[in-house]
């Protein structure tokens, strides 16, 4: 598995129009403008930081994995995502390693990406996201 780099770090919060005022107006970084992902119950902000990007998460639902996130950690993290050159060799090399995965096969993410989630019991507790663009 080729990993490229860290694409983006994944932030749950209540309110993305609130979450702007600290990483725009405090911090200075422009914001790519948002999108709603239905499938995933989720309206994402991308801000870049260098060749990465914050991405700020906004339920669009109280049962969507977001919402469920805050309800039992409160906002902040909810997950780490790698650029790989190949999300399906990725996911292929890692099965065959006996990693436990959420997603076996790639689904589309915000901005176009293709994305697979590893479960946060194979990692120690941290929820990683594969991404492909």
Request: hydrophobic fraction near 40%; aromatic fraction near 6%; proline fraction near 5%.
């Amino acid at each position: 598995m080729e990993i490229l780099k860290i694409d983006h770090l994944g932030i749950a919060i209540n309110s993305i129009e609130d979450g702007k005022k600290f990483w725009t107006d405090v911090l200075g970084l422009a914001c790519e403008g948002t999108e709603t992902v239905e499938p995933q119950q989720v309206t994402t902000a991308f801000f870049p930081v260098g060749e990465s990007e914050v991405e700020l998460l906004e339920s669009t639902s109280p049962e969507g994995p977001v919402a469920k996130y805050i309800d039992k950690r409160g906002q902040g993290i909810q997950h780490v995502a790698f650029r790989v050159k190949d999300i399906e060799a990725a996911l292929s090399e890692l099965k065959a390693k006996g990693v436990r995965l959420i997603d076996e096969i790639p689904r589309k993410g915000a901005g176009g990406a293709r994305i697979a989630f590893l479960h946060p019991k194979a990692t120690g507790g941290v929820l990683v996201e594969l991404c492909e663009r």
